[in-house]
């Protein structure tokens, strides 16, 4: 076991403040990363405030954080694909079972003993998982990921979950070429979809309740934005769109999306907002809709994800922060004041 450096929060309602942390010593498929960059997820906060009490309580003091790119320092006697010096990423997943079939099939999400980077138990140490808020982290190497080397390491850490989390719901329903896209809600997750959705060359409409991201949206690559307070904007897209990605954090209406679905349409939702959504099922019936959610993605699409974000050259557009400026980005993130991820410089860490 060694001191790894930390911010953690010790409650529901604390500040995140400096801290140090038990990590373990690499074992031999261990993975030792000094993490350099590490993007601040809306769950994060989620997470932080104890918001999904219902689903996953939070266990305190947390140190969250989940996309993660670093370089590594050191690797167990059995590891093979990583030498120190190689960069290397971790998203939200750091172990599951390797056995059941979701793993075989390449869908570690849904391994009923997956373990998340954050808030599950930890088997090595006792307590829970740590995750990026931190000078280092050890991973077994089955969960640590290539970065492309043409890619801005601060712009790629989000794409270790808003990347994936967007990339594979979009692959999965066929967006490409000839396809109606939407994306509801610009933040961290949305602005990666449009990303996505554009290169896989799809027509892409952006509904946003921020009249100021107009401009925004159609640099990232949307074709057309509608403002989704205004309803004539709303009503002249109703029936035509072949699928939709809604990443917004809270409550908000749904049926007004599933609407605008045409015939075996899909809505897919990640975002989490932690009360339920009331589905009128009516909307489902007509044009043979369905409505679905979906959770990051397995290892090996995170690394397609990767490698795709490499040959296209595409990353999140970040702002880069400090570890001490983490209390100020949460209260900032929760207002819809950034464009459109915080990515944290974790050389910060090093004068506490
Ligand atoms: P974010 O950066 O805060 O973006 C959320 C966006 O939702 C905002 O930028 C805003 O876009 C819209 N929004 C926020 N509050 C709203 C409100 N009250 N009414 C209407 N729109 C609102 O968050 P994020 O990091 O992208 O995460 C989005 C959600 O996805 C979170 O709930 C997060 O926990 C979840 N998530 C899920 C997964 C998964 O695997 N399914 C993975 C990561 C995150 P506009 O200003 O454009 O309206
Ligand atoms: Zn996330």
Redesign the pocket.
């Known amino acids: 076991m060694y001191k790894a450096k930390a911010y953690a929060a010790s409650s529901a309602t604390s500040p995140f403040a400096s801290t140090t942390i038990q990590r373990r010593d690499p074992a031999e498929h261990d993975v030792q990363i000094e993490i350099l960059f590490c993007g601040i ?3 994060d ?2 997470q932080a405030r104890n918001e999904w009490a219902n689903v996953m309580p939070t266990v305190y003091p947390c140190v969250l954080g989940h996309e993660i790119v670093g370089r590594v320092t050191r690797v167990g006697s059995a590891v093979t694909k990583f030498k120190p010096g190689d960069l290397a990423a971790v998203g ?1 997943l750091v172990d599951s079972d390797g056995t059941c079939p979701e793993c075989k099939a390449g869908f570690e ?1 849904f391994c009923p003993n997956w373990v998340g980077t954050y808030n599950f138990p930890d088997k090595h140490l006792g307590g829970v998982t740590f995750g990026g808020y931190s000078d280092s982290i050890v991973v077994t190497e089955r969960f640590v990921l290539r970065v492309p080397s043409n890619l801005n390491l601060a712009a790629a850490a989000p794409l270790l ?2 990347g994936i ?1 967007t990339y594979s719901p979009m692959r999965h329903w066929g967006v490409g070429k000839g396809k109606k896209v939407g994306v ?7 602005h990666m979809g449009v990303k996505f959705a554009h290169a896989l060359g799809a027509h892409v409409v ?5 009249p100021g ?1 107009k401009g925004d949206a159609l640099c990232l690559g949307a074709d057309e934005v509608v403002i ?1 307070k205004d309803a004539n904007e709303m009503n002249k897209h109703a029936g035509s769109f072949d699928f939709i990605l809604d ?6 209406d749904i049926n007004a999306y599933i609407n605008m679905l045409g015939r075996d349409g899909n809505l897919t ?5 932690p009360e339920p959504l009331p589905v009128g099922v009516f909307g489902l019936l007509i044009r043979r809709r369905s409505f679905s ?4 993605g397995g290892i090996a699409e995170t690394q397609e994800m990767l490698d795709f974000c490499g040959k296209h050259n595409i990353t999140a557009d970040v702002e880069v922060i400090p570890i001490q400026k983490l209390n100020e980005a949460y209260d900032r ?2 207002k ?1 004041d ?1 464009k ?2 915080f990515s944290i410089d974790m050389a910060s860490l090093k004068s506490e």
């Open positions: 997820c809306r769950s906060v989620h939200c999400q979950c808003a989390t509801v809600g610009l933040g961290g997750l949305g952006v509904f946003t309740s921020s991201k989704s990443a917004v954090a809270a409550s908000h939702m990640v975002g989490a907002p959610g979906s959770l990051i993130l929760v819809s950034v459109y991820r």
